[in-house]
């Protein structure tokens, strides 16, 4: 079957080639329907651009085996660096054992999964397997909206499903929280300024990351650190502020513009962050700039709602249940126009906690004067003990490195949850190579744990 890792970072190559941020998948949708078809597969595509290929039995008979994944991306860039997700290739940059992209994040998340399972699509006939199909999802990242929508009868007649959406080799995954996105919003009342100086502040360097895999690290939020700026401040006024480009992304960086009659006591402030936040963040940076006064300014009733929510609402860990963290929330985004927009995701692997943060967020909004749109909860996936997938998994995997795999579940959200709504009786495991720092520009894919998925996948068709 060749070289796996090179076959395979061909595969990805062309992904990273297309944009393909969340909501807009098209581009990506319709490659992979040419594609697929090329091969010389039966392909489907819904009005929800997701994509299924049926790829018959070679040998074996047995029930369908589902390997999936998701075809969107989060797009998110280094401060300075030119990049239009809607418009940009990704730029990869390969080392020795890592491959990484120039300024931006890769979209191994989930592209490698893709990648992995088109090479097995077209190695197929050299393996003995039942039959398999494809399912390549959109809208992961923001909503999930894909998998929601797929049409029930693709997994009624399937046994198995191999979700390959996990980011660390030698974990097999067998649940996940579900999760909730939480909006809140308050029209602007803007006034004129009365102070004479303004100052533009941007906050930048944090590791950033992903609200729930990395939610237990205690990456520093950006908001939350604009928000103790800002607090400890006497007399100004706040014209503007954006941090964030996903509610399922630790923000990294926030810019403001203060107006005030001390730019001492601004740059003093600043310090003072710089000072006592690195026990916090590995690298903060905070710039100060003086420029033109704006011509207007926030309400100061507006300004300091908008301080008391950020001052009640956690934003991480709220509960954990032995190692693993049980409820968390990440507040993403920070945009303000018309309107303050705030936006959170919420996340608990016990689904009936998510309705304890809807009322407690419904709380807040009501106690800070702002109004409040909750989104459809997205289940839990809870573990099954008696999976037979995880079994044969399991033993291939220790077959095959000599150590054992790690089995669990994980605080982050997966497809996985919609799935097993749809046919309660699947079997389902999620896997994945080693991602590291995913939805942040620092984002790097391990090559060593390529090949290795790859021979796991094609040990399990031929088992089962």
């Known amino acids: 079957m060749g070289n796996i890792l090179e076959s395979v970072l061909d595969e990805f190559k062309n992904l990273a080639a297309i944009p ?57 860039a280094e401060s300075g660096v030119d990049y239009e997700p ?74 198995y499903l ?23 919003s308050r029209r602007i009342n803007y006034v004129a300024p009365n102070l004479d100086s303004a100052i533009q502040v941007k906050i930048f360097g944090l590791r950033g990351g992903h609200s729930g895999l990395e939610i237990t690290e205690n990456h520093a939020n950006a908001i939350k650190i604009a928000e103790k700026f800002l607090r400890r401040l006497d007399k100004i006024e706040l014209a503007k502020i954006d941090s964030g480009n996903a509610a399922n992304v630790i923000p990294d960086a926030a810019e403001f513009i203060i107006v005030t009659d001390s730019v001492a006591e601004i740059n003093s402030r600043a310090d003072w962050l710089k000072k006592n936040m690195h026990a916090m963040a590995e690298n903060i940076y905070v710039d100060c700039a003086k420029v033109e006064v704006p011509e207007k300014v926030m309400s100061a009733a507006d300004f300091e709602a908008l301080k008391n929510l950020l001052a009640v609402i956690h934003s991480g860990v709220y509960s954990v249940f032995g190692e693993m963290a049980r409820t968390s929330a990440n507040i993403g985004i920070l945009r303000t126009a018309e309107n303050i927009e705030l936006n959170i995701l919420a996340r608990a692997n016990i689904t009936a906690l998510l309705e304890d943060f809807i009322n407690y967020f419904a709380q807040v909004a009501k106690v800070t004067g702002f109004d409040i749109k909750i989104g459809t909860p997205t289940p839990a996936w809870d573990y099954n003990p008696k999976s037979r997938l995880a079994e044969i998994m399991s033993q291939i995997f220790k077959e095959q490195n000599n150590f054992c795999a790690k089995v669990h ?17 699947l079997d389902i495991v999620s896997i994945g190579t ?18 290795p998925q790859v021979r796991l996948i094609i040990e399990t068709l031929k088992q089962i």
């Open 162 to 184: 191999i979700n390959c959406d996990s980011e660390k080799h030698g974990e097999l995954v067998v649940g996940s929280a579900g999760n909730v996105h939480v909006d809140f």
């Open 409 to 425: 579940t994980i605080h982050a959200g997966l497809e996985c949850s919609f799935f097993s709504v749809k046919n309660p009786s």
């Open 86 to 159: 809607l418009r940009d290739a990704i730029k990869l940059i390969r080392t020795e054992k890592y491959l990484k992209a120039a300024g931006t994040s890769l979209g191994a998340d989930d592209g490698i999964g893709i990648a992995e399972i088109l090479y097995i699509a077209k190695n197929h006939k050299n393996f003995p397997h039942g039959p398999i199909r494809i399912i390549f999802t959109t809208d992961e990242e923001q909503g999930m909206s894909g998998a929601i929508n797929l049409d029930a009868k693709y997994f009624t007649d399937a046994a």
């Open 20 to 76: 393909r941020p969340s909501k807009n998948e098209e581009q990506v949708s319709n490659f992979l329907r040419e594609y697929l078809k090329s091969l010389g597969f039966e392909v489907a595509q819904d009005k929800f651009k997701n994509i299924i290929a049926e790829i018959p039995a070679n040998g074996k008979n047995s029930a369908v085996t589902i390997l999936q994944a998701h075809m969107d991306m989060v797009c998110v």
């Open 434 to 451: 080693t991602n590291e720092f995913i939805h942040s520009p620092q984002e790097r894919l391990h090559l060593e744990t390529i090949e």
